[in-house]
């Protein structure tokens, strides 16, 4: 689903929790401090995961799911 303009609450109506892990060294990114509900946060993708979604989940996907993929791809220069 691509929200443009949307929260995810707003497009499903549900409550939403995410997970962020540090990676080794980094002190933890906490909420207010290091970023907040204005900050833009973008799920970790990758190339094997992406070919699993073209091989498993092509049918299910939508244009709009497609073209986040296609914006994540760019953004975190994956090839």
């Known amino acids: 689903m691509f929200l443009v303009g949307a929260s995810v609450e707003q497009v499903l109506d549900i409550d939403v929790c995410i997970k962020i892990e540090n990676t080794t060294g980094e ?9 907040n509900h204005e ?3 973008v799920s970790r993708i990758s190339r094997d995961s992406i070919d699993a979604c073209k ?25």
């Not at 990114?29 to 290091?34: A, D, F, I």
Request: hydrophobic share 40%.
């Open 27 to 35: 002190a933890p990114k906490l909420y207010g401090r290091h970023f």
């Open 39 to 41: 900050d833009t946060l």
């Open 55 to 79: 091989t498993y989940f092509r049918d299910d996907l939508s244009r709009a799911d497609w073209q986040l993929v296609v914006e994540l791809k760019r953004l975190l220069d994956i090839h």
